[in-house]
């Protein structure tokens, strides 16, 4: 099993321009979820999903858009990029009977200038 | 106010020094406080999840327990390969959101 992928692992994005961060998982878990970690700062959540066809909020949602048409795939878009958004976000999955145990991917490392 | 608190920020260790990292939290209605170990430029990963005071887990050098104020990750003898930033969280009952701390960094000097 790959785990948790993630692509791209670097970009560089202008203000105002959009991306979407791709994240797959195919060890069939169910919970998903978009993180995004700062320098010095705690990992802070943005999308989760409970299963296909299902999103909800995190703690800083603000800029961001998810979906998640299958188990696998679960997509992050950036509308109008902000230099707020520079940061490094993680993809994680779960089982929703181990929900706090949740594997990551590597991380995309996202510069805005 | 952080709600988990992470200490000390940093931490460095001659190898076979044992010591402690301390995760205090301030949420009510603890539903489980979880540890990860970061490398530099990977992902967390999970090592364990405690859901009430004076439950404890272990795995090879790491040792965690919980109290109802504050978890400890004590880790005994350890070697290089220690060295990372260790994350603790906790999720309230009910919620989706874990609070993460902003971690530990241990180096483990040979």
């Known amino acids: 099993n790959a785990g948790v992928t993630q692509t791209p692992k670097f970009r560089i994005l202008k203000i105002g321009q959009s991306m979407t961060l791709q994240c797959t998982q195919d060890m069939n878990h169910n919970y998903m979820y978009w993180y995004r970690q700062d320098p010095g700062m705690g990992l802070k959540l943005i999308y989760y999903s409970v299963g296909a066809g299902i999103t909800d909020k995190g703690e800083v949602p603000n800029g961001y858009n998810v979906s998640r048409s299958t188990t696998e795939d679960f997509p992050l878009r950036l509308e109008l990029a902000a230099p707020s958004q520079t940061s490094v976000y993680f993809c994680a999955s779960s089982t929703s009977r181990d929900r706090y145990e949740q594997y990551f991917g590597p991380g995309t490392r996202l510069t805005v200038t | 106010e952080d709600q988990v608190t992470q200490s000390p920020e940093a931490l460095r260790l001659q190898e076979g020094e044992s010591s402690s990292l301390n995760c205090s939290y301030t949420?009510?209605?603890?539903?489980?406080l979880f540890w990860y170990r970061q490398d530099p430029g990977k992902g967390p990963e999970f090592l364990f999840t405690l859901y009430s005071a004076g439950e404890e887990k272990e795995k090879e050098r790491l040792k965690a327990t919980l109290t109802k104020k504050e978890s400890f990750l004590h880790i005994t003898a350890p070697k290089p390969e220690d060295s990372a930033t260790y994350l603790c969280a906790v999720q309230e009952g009910g919620s989706y959101i874990p609070t993460f701390g902003r971690g530990t960094s241990l180096i483990v000097h040979p």
């Open positions: 949420v009510s209605g603890l539903r489980g």
